[in-house]
């Protein structure tokens, strides 16, 4: 079946810095790929998605490009800021609507 | 922006007992969906609901588990008999189609503690 690998946190930045969270899937067919988040305290938020090959989902600074070729769904930001401290969790698609989430990663961001 | 609503936020119950947690989805939406979370582990999977069916349902869903949509604007999910493992973040999820240009919304969750 369908799995979303993420990279294991803490992550910890310091204000301003630049932001890699990688996430692999495995698939059977062409899954949408999303990257949700979740602040303390709260549910989970999507961020951005990407539906095809190739495609670049981007939203509030985030980004992340569908990588067929290397299975990869890597969430970048070019500068973190402290509100940025929350848990990323990257998602596939899988069976008939369901998502698939990786483990989640941990943003720690100081000033 | 429409919010999907859980009630309660947290929930402790005795094992053994029956519990009963609360969605109102996003009005307009079709696709109904739990997934749960137990700490320190990955977001999972339970089940999802269209037009007062379950369309698929994880192995975790067993006959412990049932949903429903018992009016217009509530789904809930029911543990029969709670059992220490069920102890866990159980997150509702509500979507207006089942392709990715209409993406599931989460509710914050209710945190269900077994003692």
């Known amino acids: 079946g369908n799995s979303v690998t993420q990279m294991e946190g803490p992550v910890t930045l310091s204000e301003e810095a630049f932001l890699t969270i990688n996430c692999t899937y495995t698939a059977t067919g062409y899954p949408s790929l999303f990257w949700y988040v979740q602040y303390p305290g709260e549910g989970l938020q999507l961020l951005l998605k990407a539906t095809k090959a190739d495609d670049k989902g981007s939203n509030k600074g985030f980004e992340a490009t569908y990588r067929k070729e290397t299975t990869s769904f890597h969430l970048e930001k070019g500068s973190v800021q402290v509100s940025d401290s929350a848990v990323y969790f990257c998602?596939?698609?899988?069976?008939?609507?369901?998502?698939?989430f990786g483990a989640g990663t941990r943003l720690a961001v100081h000033p | 922006e429409p919010e999907v609503t859980q009630t309660p936020s947290h929930q402790v119950t005795q094992m053994g007992q029956e519990v009963i947690l609360r969605c109102v989805p996003i009005?307009?939406?079709?696709?109904f969906y739990w997934y749960r979370q137990i700490l320190g582990q990955k977001v999972e999977f339970l089940v999802s609901?269209?037009?007062?069916?379950?369309?698929?349902k994880s192995e975790i869903f067993d006959d412990q588990f049932s949903v429903e949509r018992p009016d217009g604007s509530n789904f809930t999910l029911k543990i029969r008999s709670t059992k220490l493992e069920d102890s866990a973040m159980y997150f509702c999820a509500s979507s207006a189609g089942h392709n990715s240009n209409q993406p599931q919304h989460f509710g914050d969750g209710t945190r269900l503690s077994i003692l």
């Open positions: 998602a596939s698609t899988g069976g008939y609507n369901k998502l698939i």
């Open positions: 009005s307009n939406h079709l696709y």
């Open positions: 609901f269209y037009n007062n069916e379950i369309s698929e």
